[in-house]
């Protein structure tokens, strides 16, 4: 099945600074992959994904890549803000399969 | 999106109790749905997927006779943890599969269960 890595664990920027975290995955079959962020005691809210027919994409600050040759996806967040402080998700899967999820990466943006 | 809830958002019971939990898809027909478990600073791990009308099927290690799934109607589907223990504190969060040209999944808010 699935497997889904997930670096860095935590990451720590001054606000104002870029913030990047990336995945791999193992099945090449997997075509969707969002990103989740989740704030302590609620249930993760996705911010962007990407699906295997795009290489990019973007919102606002936010922006997605995806190297499916090397099954690798990675989160960028551009200018971030306190407010962006979270635990951030990767996932991947494909057809009706779930979602496999990464270990999660704890962002912290310092003022 | 679809509009998912759970019932309830917090739990609080003795151990050697059951807890049932409820999943509601609530403008959505949900063929799948899939049950993950969040322990505290880890991230979500699939439990199981359940199937309207059929038998649940569960991720290994997950022991099917303590967590009972009843998906008996295209929006509702149900776990029971059953004689439940401390290690069995956790978040739940349902999760249903759209299918069709959205192709992704919806959670609900969760549930936090605590046994004493």
């Known amino acids: 099945g699935e497997n889904v890595e997930q670096h860095p664990s935590t990451l720590s920027v001054q606000e104002g600074d870029s913030a990047v975290i990336k995945c791999t995955y193992s099945?090449?079959?997997?075509?969707?992959f969002p990103w989740y962020k989740q704030e302590l005691g609620k249930r993760p809210q996705l911010i962007i994904d990407?699906?295997?027919?795009?290489g990019e994409k973007k919102d606002q600050r936010i922006a997605v890549t995806l190297n499916k040759t090397a099954k690798h996806f990675s989160l960028h967040i551009t200018e971030t803000q306190p407010e962006d402080s979270a635990v951030y998700f990767c996932?991947?899967?494909?057809?009706?399969?779930?979602?496999?999820f990464g270990k999660g990466t704890r962002l912290s943006v310092i003022a | 999106g679809a509009v998912v809830s759970q019932h309830p958002s917090r739990v609080i019971c003795k151990s050697g109790t059951s807890v049932k939990i409820e999943c509601r898809s609530l403008?959505?027909?949900?063929?799948?749905m899939f049950w993950y478990r969040q322990f505290p600073k880890q991230s979500l791990m699939l439990m199981a997927t359940?199937?309207?009308?059929?038998?649940?099927?569960?991720e290994q290690g997950v022991e099917k006779d303590k967590f009972l799934i009843n998906h008996a109607s295209l929006t509702l589907s149900t776990l029971t943890v059953t004689s439940a223990h401390p290690e069995d504190s956790s978040f739940y969060i349902c999760?249903?599969?759209?299918?069709?040209?959205?192709?992704?999944?919806?959670f609900g808010p969760g549930t936090r269960l605590t046994v004493l």
């Open positions: 999760s249903v599969y759209s299918g069709g040209a959205t192709d992704t999944q919806y």
């Open positions: 099945d090449s079959a997997s075509n969707y």
């Open positions: 990407i699906r295997s027919n795009v």
């Open positions: 996932a991947a899967k494909h057809g009706n399969t779930p979602l496999v």
């Open positions: 403008d959505f027909q949900a063929t799948t």
């Open positions: 359940s199937n309207e009308g059929s038998k649940a099927t569960y």
